[in-house]
């Protein structure tokens, strides 16, 4: 049986959610809590990766097991588990399904504070110094649709760098802009390398107009600094909606 878990987590202490060598992976430690719980070997296949220090509401992973446990059965998984890592839920999906490959797209969100952080938010937000939001508004029309971001990530061999982004959308609140980027799917440090432009256009350092200079050259020393991950989340990925799969 297959099955389609959703978890949460605050990536501060891991280096992502990949399983490591020489550090701790948040899948490390959700495979080890699903051996002790069953006594079987899980092996668990995520959506994607996330960066160290990046957090997530909703990664998304499917596993196989013989267990034919319901939702609330597979959650006393937790009490094995770190409080900063929760599984949120645990459905039986089609037994081809993929958490990576059926993905449809993703949605990350980038959190900006207004004042500097205190002790207990600074894992959580950027604050930005003189940050100026209506050249940021300016500039964000430039990165929708299908591009090539070889100028906004981390080239990986083999992995193509054309994307679509649907949408983003600031929501501004008394302490906070948050950044929601929705796309079909995401290149290393890309969404990192498009905040961190967008933080140097919000300086007034960058004028708006390099967004579409960088994605008609891909010439990524033009970008600004790879924003810091503390600020990234992982919010959602989607699924088609389909009897045999559960749209998260």
């Given at each position: 049986?297959?099955y389609l878990?959703?978890?949460?987590y605050e990536?501060?202490?891991?280096h992502g959610f990949?399983?490591q ?20 070997t899980i092996?668990?296949?995520s959506a ?15 596993f ?15 009490r ?15 037994v ?5 490959h059926w ?7 980038y ?11 600074a894992?959580?937000e950027?604050y ?5 939001i209506?050249?940021v508004?300016e500039?964000?029309p430039?990165f929708i649709?299908t591009?090539d971001?070889r100028?906004?990530?981390?080239l ?8 679509t982004?649907?949408?983003i959308e ?10 929601i980027i929705h ?10 390398s498009?905040m961190g432009?967008l933080i140097q256009?919000g300086k007034?350092?960058?004028?708006p ?7 008609t ?11 810091e ?8 990925i ?11």
């Amino acid at each position: 049986m297959r099955y389609l878990a959703i978890v949460s987590y605050e990536g501060t202490q891991y280096h992502g959610f990949q399983s490591q060598k020489n550090a701790v992976g948040i899948q490390d430690l959700i495979e080890k809590a699903f051996r002790l719980m069953t006594q079987t070997t899980i092996k668990i296949h995520s959506a994607g990766r996330t960066d160290k220090g990046v957090h997530a509401c909703g990664q998304a992973f499917h596993f196989d097991s013989d267990l034919d446990f319901d939702n609330d059965r597979w959650l006393k998984v937790n009490r094995r588990l770190p409080l900063d890592i929760r599984i949120l839920s645990v459905n039986r999906v089609a037994v081809d399904f993929h958490a990576r490959h059926w993905a449809k797209s993703k949605k990350y969100r980038y959190v900006i504070a207004k004042q500097p952080s205190s002790v207990f938010d600074a894992n959580h937000e950027v604050y930005v110094e003189n940050f100026m939001i209506e050249p940021v508004k300016e500039a964000i029309p430039y990165f929708i649709g299908t591009h090539d971001y070889r100028g906004f990530c981390q080239l990986v061999k083999g992995k193509p760098t054309i994307k679509t982004i649907y949408n983003i959308e600031i929501k501004e609140t008394e302490r906070h802009y948050h950044f929601i980027i929705h796309g079909n799917s995401f290149l290393k440090y890309m969404v990192r390398s498009m905040m961190g432009t967008l933080i140097q256009i919000g300086k007034q350092r960058l004028e708006p107009e390099i967004i579409k200079e960088i994605l008609t050259t891909q010439n990524r020393k033009l970008a600004g600094k790879t924003a810091e991950a503390r600020g990234l989340y992982l919010d959602q990925i989607y699924y088609e909606e389909d009897h045999d799969v559960y749209h998260i």
